[in-house]
């Protein structure tokens, strides 16, 4: 019979701000050009971060319960929990793992993690807190004496800074026609596109706002520094400068089309494109199918914190 009880431990954490209200919290339009406000940014998570702190009871301890054992029986673990009293140590039995004084012990093991995680990040969020400086045109050049300020609109026209305008116009994309005409599919803009997978993926980047161009050669080398061309699926502006690509392979089931596929990835490989870091690979599964989610959290958490506006 139990002579103590643990005190119920919940989180509940509301989620205010669906997908587009936290992007676009993250954003903001300066003349016709979008750049990422840290300092909001930072700010939104601290804020965040409170009210998930806020959320969590912390009333109770572990230390107040003592430690939780198992010992596996052939009906499986078996807890109990380990703990002084009076300097007596006392072991008291709670059950099995589907037992309400064990799932509670484990909810406040994974609280009082979740807490330290949480309190570890917001310490460093705070010490940059508003310190963030912005590096979009207008903001350097009103952190400048007066005397350096850019009167005329010559200065910085690096082509770091090229608006995603004056980036789409300079790209050359590629002139060769789709495989099958015939079977071509239309996007929202009218553009025409090879699968509809790559229909899907050019809607999402068009709907999303990023600059993009699609069917896009690329100028490469291979390992024995012979100048190729590869033909890219689509091809962002890079804020550090060059370019993000996108590939999207659709048959990897066909041993042929895997082969090339690898091949493609090794030649970006060799040219400096990194997997998750300036080149971003999704494909099709083995039934066709395409997970228009998970694209689309590729897109705003990976791709468009990269990409220069």
């Known amino acids: ?22 992007l ?3 954003l903001y339009l300066k003349g016709e050009t979008m750049y990422y406000d840290m300092n909001k940014m930072v700010a939104d998570e601290i804020a965040g971060i409170e009210m998930i702190l806020g959320a969590i009871e912390k009333k109770d301890s572990l230390r107040q319960i003592g430690n939780l054992c198992g010992i596996m029986t052939s009906k499986g673990m078996i807890y109990h929990v380990r703990r002084q009293e009076n300097g007596i140590r006392k072991n008291v039995l709670l059950g099995d793992e589907f037992s309400e004084d064990v799932v509670r012990i484990k909810q406040l093991a994974f609280n009082k993690e ?37 009167t005329t609109g010559l200065v910085n026209k690096n082509p770091g800074f090229m608006s995603a305008d004056e980036w789409q116009k300079q790209m050359q994309t590629r002139t060769s026609t789709l495989p099958n005409p015939e079977k071509s599919h239309i996007t929202a803009d009218g553009k025409k ?11 999402l ?13 690329i100028n490469l080398r291979t390992e024995s520094d012979e100048k190729i061309y590869k033909n890219a699926d689509f091809v962002m502006p890079c804020k550090r400068g060059g370019y993000i690509i996108l590939e999207h392979f659709g048959m990897l089931d066909k041993e042929e089309y895997l082969s090339r596929a690898m091949h493609k990835i090794r030649i970006y490989g060799i040219n400096g494109y990194t997997l998750n870091d300036r080149l971003f690979i999704s494909s099709d599964g083995f039934d ?22």
Do not use: C
């Open 1 to 22: 019979m139990k002579s103590w009880s643990i005190p119920k431990v919940f989180i509940k954490v509301k989620v205010f701000l669906n997908k587009n209200d936290r």
């Open 24 to 26: 676009t919290s993250k």
């Open 114 to 150: 979740l807490i330290a995680s949480l309190e570890h990040n917001k310490k460093i969020l705070e010490r940059v807190d508003g310190r963030f400086k912005l590096y979009d045109v207008q903001s350097v050049d009103a952190r400048l004496r007066s005397i350096y300020r850019d």
């Open 193 to 203: 596109a090879r699968s509809k997978s790559e229909l899907i993926i050019h809607n």
């Open 205 to 217: 980047l068009t709907h999303m706002g990023v600059p993009f161009k699609n069917d896009v050669d």
């Open 288 to 309: 066709g199918s395409l997970n228009v989610q998970a694209l689309r959290d590729m897109i705003e958490k990976l791709i468009l914190p990269k990409v220069m506006f």
